[in-house]
């Protein structure tokens, strides 16, 4: 078992920046995909950015430009650095592991833009 914990949301103004983080438990193996989902009230949960451990990053559209997902292998933590949020940006952010044995997700940290 991981458990894997998400901290650095809170409340922002439009066009301010943000930092999150995602910690696993345990030291991760040389493969894997990490990355960061959110769901806004009423909405599906939908990726945000998503990192396979080695190899790709991806973006969803509306991020493109502003986020920038990053990881610091050796504290085995991601993060999701946000910039010129806007209020489409509001919502509950979750981090994502996928391992050989199973998924694991955080327990969400919120994110609101709001002037």
């Known amino acids: 078992q991981v458990q894997v914990v998400e901290s650095g949301g809170g409340l922002v103004q439009p066009g301010g920046s943000l930092r999150l983080s995602c910690t696993a438990s345990?030291?991760?193996?040389?493969?894997?995909?990490m990355g960061w989902y959110r769901q806004a009230p009423g909405n599906q949960r939908e990726l945000v950015a998503i990192?396979?451990?080695?190899?790709?990053?991806h973006y969803a559209d509306s991020v493109k430009g502003r986020f920038t997902i990053f990881r610091v292998s050796d504290k085995n933590t991601l993060y999701l650095q946000m910039h010129d949020l806007n209020f489409e940006d509001t919502a509950v952010y979750y981090c994502?592991?996928?391992?050989?044995?199973?998924?694991?997700w955080g327990q969400g940290t919120q994110v609101t833009v709001s002037s």
């Open positions: 994502y592991l996928n391992l050989p044995d199973g998924d694991y």
């Open positions: 345990r030291s991760l193996p040389s493969r894997y995909i």
């Open positions: 990192m396979r451990i080695p190899g790709s990053i």
